[in-house]
């Protein structure tokens, strides 16, 4: 029989208040962080999972025509088709030209298949006056019903949920029957967008790490009240817009601008031969690196000015000179300033599209300016989903392959 002491009561009683005080004081950390996190899933992580799911979703055709989604269930994609399909069709198009909603059918099958806009539109026009059997009276508006290219393409086009968005991100085509093929040569450019991208990324984060880890390394070693002044100097283009520096650039790295006038100047080149340093890939080197310097010079000042300066002296000490104390005892301190501003200025580097828009000409456009051509000027939103979420899923890799390698504890902001 078990006895039950005032001892044993106390220590009941007090686990209780203390897990009572404990549920209020996690409860009252949750109400005061409550309004950021309703904001964070309002503003990030709802658009983000919107856009993510629009890249598989698109009801644009089922919604307008559903005789014509539904008969193209049934077809199996190789037959001619049949004089039911050629009737809903002309049912659909009266409807939706009736509606005016015809246009974002004619939009839709476009993607699929370029050219058929017209087709659409200017059957339309015609589709009430049109008279059985349609399959005669169809193709004479237009001879192109006759071609079972268009019917495929309706049919691939008429899927609510499909992954052909994602497979025309990475080059590949979803065909009627439901199989994946590479898209034609001419039309494989968004591979190549992306390793562009990640070459011009990679190449402004180790500009950045060459020219910043100096920088960083003597704001750190200078007397406080220098290094505080210089330090000014870093963070002063912080309070100047990217659109002006960016534009500064543009004046600057013209045929007839400042670097290519100092180039003709000291003789490095004839004035008949001045340097094409702008609307390519090398000008956006340039701006991009300028702008993004300090995102690698302040993690790497705030890991280097916690370094003592004794472990080099005691380095020295022991008989190693200047370069060994560096190399060996002071530079595998700073790795995880290193991994910070790598990191920040990559993620950065990554999504910029302001300065490639306007430096980068041909040569040096990314991938971000191509979802922000379809985002506003052809509007095919689904494809910029698409594309967003495999750049997504590209840096979430990057960043898990670093975390594998490196790994995230050990990069450090200060």
Partial sequence: MTTVTAETIDDTLLKKRL????????????????????????TFIAPIG????????????????????????NWDSNSEPTEEMFAVLVADMVVARKEKTIGKVATRVNREKPGTRSLFTSSARKAARLEPPFR???????????????????????????????????????NSDGSITRQDEKRRIHMTLLLRTLQISSLVTLFCLALGYPIAYLLATLPARTSNLLLILVLLP???????????WIAMLQSQGVVND???????????????????????????????????????????KGIPPSYVRAAKSLGANNWTAFWRVYAPQTIPGIGAGAILVFI????????????????????????DDHMRKSLNWSLASALGGVLMVVVLTLYWLYDRVVGIDNMKLG
């Fill in 19 to 42: 897990d009572k005080a404990m549920f209020r004081s996690r409860l009252r950390a949750f109400l005061l962080v409550s309004p950021l996190l309703l904001f964070l899933l309002i």
């Fill in 50 to 73: 919107y856009f993510l799911i629009l890249g598989f979703y698109d009801n644009t055709f089922s919604k307008i025509m559903p005789g014509t989604t539904q008969a193209l269930k």
């Fill in 136 to 174: 005669e009276s169809l193709p004479k508006v237009k001879k192109a019903w006759n071609d079972i290219a268009v019917w495929q393409a309706m049919k691939t086009a008429s899927r609510t949920f499909t992954p052909g968005y994602y497979a025309a991100a990475l080059d590949l085509k979803l």
């Fill in 238 to 248: 912080f309070w100047t817009s990217i659109l002006v520096r960016t534009t500064a």
């Fill in 262 to 304: 100092l180039l003709v100047f000291f003789g490095v080149t004839d004035d008949g031969s001045r340097y094409s340093l702008i609307y390519n890939k090398l000008g956006t080197l340039i701006a991009m690196t300028h702008i993004l310097l300090p995102f690698m010079v302040l993690p790497l000042y705030s890991v280097m």
């Fill in 348 to 371: 950065v580097a990554i999504g910029y599209y302001i300065t490639p828009a306007l430096v980068g000409g041909q040569d040096g456009t990314m991938i971000s300016n191509t979802i």
